[in-house]
């Protein structure tokens, strides 16, 4: 355990669904992150979050769509999707945005059919 | 930020040191070296990092060259548990892009 914990762990989904991956964290850190990895592909970063206001969005589809309610808490809401869409989204966190070590998740396994 | 190379795949023996080389030959003077490791279909997990000097922590040993354009991990007994992809990523110290590359895989062998 990391001290972010991501639910749920696996998820499958039809393309029509819409869903949300959710991250917490209690380690007092104001930055949240999404990364997405892709199979036999480097980890992509999706979006970053600094004291709940987004600081990053790295031209990422409008079909994800994330949330950051309060600095322990970071969802990604999922409509729409394609199956090339399917990967394991990470989530993590920093101390601030500009601080030197992340602490990821485990991670949530989608499969969009 | 700086690029890095490192080889694809690395065998080590269990209980021995294994060492992880890293090029960055166009670091600049303000970049630090991060190593993450990643056990399979679990998140990065950190190890260390370093400016200038070499670092060790309870994981392992950063040795930096001091022209700074290589480094190595020193996993000094490695065991079963350490087979993971390993990363090495270098960026300046307040940005919070983390730039993951394929890294090495390395696997632990009895």
């Known amino acids: 355990e990391t001290g972010v914990t991501q639910t749920p762990r696996h998820l499958v989904m039809g393309m029509t669904n819409k869903k949300s991956l959710k991250c917490e964290q209690h380690?007092?850190?104001?930055?949240m992150y999404w990364y997405k990895q892709s199979a036999k592909k480097p980890l992509e970063l999706m979006f970053v979050?600094?004291?709940?206001?987004?600081?990053e969005n790295n031209s990422v589809p409008s079909r994800f769509s994330p949330e950051c309610p309060n600095s322990s808490h970071l969802f990604l809401h999922l409509h729409t999707l394609q199956p090339e869409d399917s990967a394991l989204y990470l989530c993590?966190?920093?101390?601030?945005?500009?601080?030197?070590?992340?602490?990821f998740g485990a991670g949530s396994r989608l499969t969009v059919l | 930020d700086a690029k890095t190379t490192q080889p694809p795949s690395m065998d080590c023996a269990e209980g021995r040191a294994a060492n992880l080389p890293c090029n960055h030959s166009?670091?600049?003077?303000?970049?630090?070296v991060y190593w993450y490791r990643q056990i399979h279909s679990q998140g990065p997990q950190y190890i260390i990092h370093?400016?200038?000097n070499n670092e060790t922590n309870e994981m392992a040993s950063l040795i930096i060259t001091e022209d700074r354009k290589s480094s190595t991990l020193i996993l000094p007994h490695a065991t079963l548990r350490d087979t993971a992809v390993y990363y090495c990523?270098?960026?300046?110290?307040?940005?919070?892009?983390?730039?993951f590359g394929a890294g090495t895989t390395v696997t632990v062998r009895a």
């Open positions: 380690l007092g850190h104001n930055a």
């Open positions: 370093g400016l200038k």
């Open positions: 166009t670091i600049s003077g303000n970049e630090y």
């Open positions: 990523i270098v960026r300046v110290g307040d940005d919070y892009k983390l730039s």
């Open positions: 979050y600094s004291l709940e206001e987004r600081v």
């Open positions: 993590a966190s920093s101390l601030n945005s500009g601080a030197n070590v992340l602490t």
